[in-house]
């Protein structure tokens, strides 16, 4: 009988998810009985505080593991039995594993974002760089910034006291003085390497910019981890500027494939995975 995994993605407006064909694709290439599942707050109707009932329903349907995106990544740690050092240190969970009646976090949104800016951006000056938002998503990209040489990173968020407790985090695993909130961010751009979009503004179903357009530069690089729309309103302006830029496609795909590696037990193969996540447009 072939292993059988089925899996989810928890969150909120995924309906554009490619994850659960990057899964579905993997699995039937390793002769996998492979499910992928949406789970869509909105879909459903349901507030953020149904998320326990959520991950119940899951746990007891039989579900092998469940993806979390947006707005759940931090809400879901007190939902746990146990996390990875990873997820523990970054504060935040993407990916949960189901197993033995346990519920075990793990994060592999860093290191899917570190191995796309060490493809895409390799060379790229590292010594400021500006990031928007604090959420899950940006504590897993912030830890992966300042992994990859990231000198001083400058934290802009809605939230004052969670950008401050990013900050502390990232000063507390990396030494002092490598992360900061930010005040003023007309002049923190200008004086930047690199700018990076965590938040979800961009998205399909938040259009815009995380910032005034006008504050690009063409001496900047341009990262996204939005991959929905591929080409986000930022990275076009970004784009016109003629700025270096980084879309959201390669965190998706690399966090995806730890995540496939995670729920089966096998082996993943990027390569085709990045090359199937392509051939979707």
Excluded at 29 to 57: E, F, H, K, T
Excluded at 112 to 139: I, K
Excluded at 171 to 189: K, M, P, S, T, Y
Aim: charged letters at 20%; glycine letters at 10%; a negative charge.
């Amino acid at each position: 009988m072939k292993p059988r995994i089925l899996a989810g993605l928890v969150g909120r407006g995924i309906q554009a998810s490619r994850t659960p064909a990057l899964h579905e694709f993997e699995g039937d290439a390793q002769a996998l009985r492979y499910l992928y599942r949406l789970i869509d707050a909105d879909q459903l109707g349901v507030d953020d505080s149904a998320l326990p009932q959520l991950l119940d329903a899951a746990q007891r349907t039989g579900f092998t593991g469940l993806n979390v995106t947006y707005p759940f990544k931090q809400a879901v740690l007190p939902l746990l039995d146990e996390l990875s050092t990873e997820a523990r240190s970054i504060g935040a969970v993407n990916t949960v594993v189901l197993k033995d009646g346990k519920r075990v976090g793990h994060n592999t949104d860093c290191l899917g974002f570190a191995e796309g800016f060490r493809r895409g951006l390799a060379d790229a000056p590292r010594r400021r760089v500006v990031q928007l938002g604090a959420g899950g998503a940006g504590s897993a990209v912030a830890h992966a910034l300042l992994g990859e040489g990231v000198e001083q990173l400058i934290l802009f968020e809605v939230d004052a006291l969670r950008a401050q407790a990013l900050a502390d985090n990232l000063n507390a695993h990396f030494g002092a003085g490598r992360a900061r909130v930010g005040l003023d961010i007309a002049h923190e751009v200008a004086a930047a390497d690199g700018l990076v979009n965590t938040t979800p503004v961009g998205m399909d179903k938040l259009p815009g910019t995380p910032l005034p357009a006008d504050l690009l530069h063409a001496g900047l690089w341009v990262a996204e981890i939005i991959y929905f729309p591929l080409q986000t309103e930022l990275l076009r302006h970004a784009r016109a500027l003629g700025c270096r830029t980084l879309d959201g496609s390669a965190m998706a795909v690399f966090q995806a494939v730890k995540a496939f590696e995670l729920f089966s037990g096998r082996v993943a193969d990027a390569a085709r995975m990045q090359a199937h996540f392509a051939s979707l447009g």
